[in-house]
């Protein structure tokens, strides 16, 4: 495991050095949200300190500062993902992302929307939403190892507008192939948009290579910012969407009846957006820019592999992931005849922090997982063997004390 | 850390008692908390103004358990008029702990609140 040099940029992570409950904090809960580095932390200060101020409205110096900042944040996100920069719409999280999109589509009565039981509830209620217009939603299934069932997108209705599934499954760690999906979908007339939440911040994503219309993420799950998100729009279709918020900054002229809309990406920014946000994800951008990509992922892929392999070695474990194809370092776990919520208790006093319950997929978790909640460890750069260790030695503790394996 | 006392109940919580459907009851409820997947069911046989028996079905955590099962022995024989006044104080003290954490006050609530809805179903008779 030596794609990056982990003891060094743990240094970067000042929460990491807390104690938690008289223990060494072992952070584990990465795909709820990611630990931000000081080079975002201390950069959102000096956005405060320097360049305050409103963007894209006044043109005095502070303001031409700001608007700078701001766009250079989308030029870094448009390069992070190879789009162009007005194809990047900023929002609050990947849940507007999908909201923004559910209602701007062009969906009407009998259209099909195909999302699937991997999803998380923000990729599922939107477009559950619909159905009082007549819109038909699909759920396409998984298999025993989770991966999804690809036949069922070769087989699917003309009828289908939009195809639309997450990338990595926040809950079993499947990580779907999303550009044969898309290029199955496209075949076949429907739009592909790709629930990227849990994989922009793991692995390289190319939304030309992957061919998607439109890509979602959090800024917050990558070393970002809280409340600063992504839409990706392939610029090519964005005429066909309809506008969403509407307000200041989204048009070109307003006379009281008639309304030039702006171009995207501003058509989709009404109101004073999240300055702070946008630069500090361009920071952090920077920051997974420096250690390279390609060295996370496969940093990842080793951590996931280990905690998969020891996490196996424990009796009394029933564990959900790290069967599909493809996965991440993302393990779903009950212990046998412990409630998840007890188990993410015994483990926080021991400063473990680990997530339970439903993951917000509650109907993959009781239909596909068939329990009523789950542990889940998710991990990510600046976790170690050794963290992985000490969780595992935990674990087997909590199975001999309390399970019923 | 006063939660750790629930601990204790380890016991109670795997073989917790008034648990399991009755022959017998007037009214039943649900109890449901999204972010757990804590679900039971209350099972409410009445006597007049009181309570003669309260039972429970259905699976959660250590602390929604020990709760839903203490308040169901406890309720045994008390006024229906006493059940809508009830709150997490209450809880704690059948628990015997003086604090809950924010994150598992549900825990400790779901019950309660199934069983306050279905004194509040069966009405003023």
């Known amino acids: 495991m030596n794609s990056l040099n982990v003891q060094r940029l743990r240094k970067d992570f000042p929460i990491l050095k807390k104690k938690v409950n008289g223990h060494n904090l072992i952070y584990f809960d990465s795909a709820a949200t990611s630990q931000k580095p000081k080079q975002v932390i201390d950069g959102i200060k000096y956005f405060y300190e320097n360049l305050n101020s409103n963007p894209l409205r006044s043109i005095h110096y502070l303001a031409e500062r700001a608007t700078e900042a701001?766009?250079?944040?989308?030029?870094?996100?448009?390069?992070?993902?190879n789009a162009a920069p007005e194809e990047i719409v900023f929002v609050r999280n990947t849940t507007e992302a999908i909201n923004l999109l559910s209602f701007a589509l062009p969906l009407a009565k009998d259209d099909i929307v195909a999302t699937t039981y991997l999803e998380h509830h923000s990729n599922l209620?939107?477009?559950?939403?619909?159905?009082?217009?007549?819109?038909?939603?699909?759920?396409?299934?998984?298999?025993?190892?989770?991966?999804?069932?690809?036949?069922?997108?070769?087989?699917?209705?003309?009828?289908?507008?939009?195809?639309?599934?997450?990338?990595?499954?926040?809950?079993?760690?499947?990580?779907?192939?999303?550009?044969?999906?898309?290029?199955?979908?496209?075949?076949?007339?429907?739009?592909?948009?790709?629930?990227?939440?849990?994989?922009?911040?793991?692995?390289?994503?190319?939304?030309?290579?992957?061919?998607?219309?439109?890509?979602?993420?959090?800024?917050?799950?990558?070393?970002?910012?809280?409340?600063?998100?992504?839409?990706?729009?392939?610029?090519?279709?964005?005429?066909?969407?309809?506008?969403?918020?509407?307000?200041?900054?989204?048009?070109?002229?307003?006379?009281?009846?008639?309304?030039?809309?702006?171009?995207?990406?501003?058509?989709?920014?009404?109101?004073?957006?999240n300055i702070e946000g946008a630069y500090g994800l361009g920071l952090a951008i920077d920051y997974l820019n420096a250690i390279g990509m390609r060295n996370v992922e496969k940093y990842g892929h080793a951590l996931a592999l280990e905690l998969f392999?020891?996490?196996?070695?424990?009796?009394?474990?029933?564990?959900?992931?790290?069967?599909?194809?493809?996965?991440?370092?993302?393990?779903?776990?009950?212990?046998?005849?412990?409630h998840s919520h007890d188990v993410a208790y015994f483990l926080d006093?021991?400063?473990?922090?680990?997530?339970?319950?439903?993951?917000?997929?509650?109907?993959?978790?009781?239909?596909?997982?068939?329990?009523?909640?789950?542990?889940?460890?998710?991990?990510y750069l600046y976790n170690t063997s050794h963290e992985i260790d000490t969780f595992c030695g935990e674990l087997k503790k909590i199975v001999n004390t309390y399970g019923r394996g | 850390m006063d939660e750790d006392k629930v601990y204790e109940f380890l016991d109670l919580y795997r073989n917790p008692e008034q648990f399991g459907k009755p022959k017998d009851f007037d009214v039943e409820e649900e109890g449901f908390?999204?972010?757990?997947?804590?679900?039971?069911?209350?099972?409410?046989?009445?006597d007049g103004d009181s309570i003669r028996d309260v039972h429970f079905e259905g699976s959660g955590c250590i602390i929604s358990t020990v709760s839903i099962s203490k308040l169901c022995s406890a309720l045994r024989g008390r006024r229906r008029s006493s059940v809508p006044k009830m709150?997490?104080?209450?809880?704690k003290k059948l628990l015997g702990v003086k604090t809950i954490s924010m994150s598992r006050a549900r825990c400790a609530t779901v019950g309660l609140d199934a069983i306050k809805l279905a004194v509040e179903k069966t009405g003023d008779e």
């Open chain 1, 125 to 273: 209620l939107p477009w559950f939403n619909l159905r009082n217009k007549g819109v038909m939603v699909e759920i396409v299934d998984v298999d025993k190892n989770m991966d999804l069932d690809l036949s069922y997108y070769e087989d699917m209705s003309e009828k289908t507008k939009l195809v639309t599934l997450s990338h990595e499954s926040n809950v079993s760690g499947t990580i779907n192939d999303a550009k044969k999906i898309s290029r199955i979908a496209h075949k076949k007339g429907a739009m592909v948009l790709v629930d990227a939440a849990q994989s922009v911040p793991h692995l390289p994503v190319d939304v030309k290579e992957l061919d998607v219309d439109f890509l979602a993420f959090s800024g917050h799950k990558m070393l970002g910012p809280f409340g600063i998100g992504v839409l990706y729009v392939r610029k090519s279709i964005s005429n066909q969407l309809s506008n969403f918020l509407s307000g200041g900054e989204m048009i070109k002229s307003v006379r009281l009846n008639d309304v030039v809309y702006a171009d995207l990406p501003n058509r989709f920014e009404a109101g004073t957006q």
């Open chain 2, 33 to 46: 908390s999204e972010s757990c997947g804590d679900n039971f069911t209350v099972y409410l046989k009445f």
């Open chain 2, 87 to 91: 709150g997490i104080d209450d809880v």
């Open chain 1, 70 to 81: 701001y766009s250079d944040a989308r030029d870094k996100v448009a390069k992070f993902i």
């Open chain 1, 349 to 379: 006093k021991k400063g473990i922090a680990i997530r339970s319950g439903f993951h917000c997929a509650q109907p993959f978790v009781e239909d596909k997982l068939r329990v009523n909640g789950a542990c889940r460890a998710s991990l």
């Open chain 1, 309 to 338: 392999e020891k996490m196996g070695q424990i009796k009394g474990l029933e564990i959900y992931g790290g069967k599909s194809r493809n996965f991440g370092a993302i393990a779903a776990f009950n212990v046998k005849g412990l």
